[in-house]
């Protein structure tokens, strides 16, 4: 399930991370883009899950489920109430351009 | 965070449950939606509710309630989590820009600014509702549900 493994993995960066940069969504939305690419245009994935409802579940369901925008958008939002709006648009922008870079690099890469 | 295996387990049981119903809600307004124009209007449409739905979800529980409750973490971290998504925007960005570049900086954009509007706007609306004491009313009857649970 996408929205129990985004937790875990929230949960297991808060464990070692104690910056106010929001780590956590940050790599599960990185991973989640990444996926999505290989797993959207990997040959492997089209020639072994062309059949019944596996694509959406995985695409759609878990990947989609794994990754989340309102979150990142209401952390961005946050950093800048508590007066730290640089990190804040640091945290969404660069979390856009690299969510991009590593969706181009799943799509066309690999 | 206290608690042993037992309540990890069920936080990760009421983060799944949620997240189970948020991706149904997405696949739903997106399959209505992605397919009738170049622009995916449905992953347009779940994100920007979905900020507006954290915003005021967190602003109205957060000034009442401690954030680890079972039905906040349902709700937030689940249900609302799991109806936006960040790697169907990456994604259908990268795709849209191979074709139609100018279209992806558009869909970027109005991602973007009215995602954050949208926060703005639920984290006012979830400050005025704690304002006026309705929202007392109606959170105490939340946190009720929640010590059910606790």
Redesign the interface.
């Known amino acids: ?4 493994g ?3 993995v ?2 297991a960066v808060a464990g070692v991370w104690r910056g106010d940069f929001p780590l956590g969504t940050f790599m599960v ?1 990185m991973l ?2 990444f ?3 290989i797993f ?1 245009a990997h040959p492997y994935f089209a020639v072994h899950l062309l059949n019944g409802g596996v694509r ?1 579940a995985v695409g ?2 878990f ?12 952390e ?2 946050m950093l800048a109430g508590r007066k730290k709006p640089g990190l804040g648009a640091f945290y ?1 922008l660069s ?2 351009l690299t ?2 870079l ?3 690099a ?2 066309y890469l690999f | 965070m206290s608690g042993g295996a037992p309540e990890l387990l069920m936080r990760v049981l009421m983060v799944g449950l949620g997240g189970a119903f948020g991706a149904l809600a997405r696949y739903g307004t997106a399959v209505l939606l992605n397919e009738r124009d170049l622009l995916p209007w449905g992953t347009l449409a779940v994100n920007l509710a979905g900020c507006f739905l954290l915003a005021l979800f967190l602003t109205v529980i957060l000034g009442r309630l401690s954030g680890g409750s079972f039905f906040v973490l349902a709700i937030s971290t689940g249900f609302i989590g799991s109806f936006t998504t960040f790697s169907a925007v990456s994604v259908e960005s990268i795709l849209l820009m191979h074709s139609f570049i100018h279209l992806a900086l558009l869909y970027l954009s109005l991602t973007l600014a009215f995602g954050y509007m949208c926060t703005w706007a639920g984290h006012t609306l979830g400050n005025l509702i704690l304002g006026t004491g309705w929202g007392e009313r109606w959170c105490g009857r939340v946190t009720a549900g929640g010590k059910v649970h606790d």
Do not use: E, Q
């Open positions: 399930m996408g929205a129990a985004r937790y875990l929230g949960r939305n989640g883009s996926a999505l690419g959207i959406p759609i369901g990947l989609g489920s794994f990754t989340t925008f309102s979150t990142l958008m209401y961005g939002f969404v979390s856009v969510g991009l590593l969706a181009w799943g799509l």
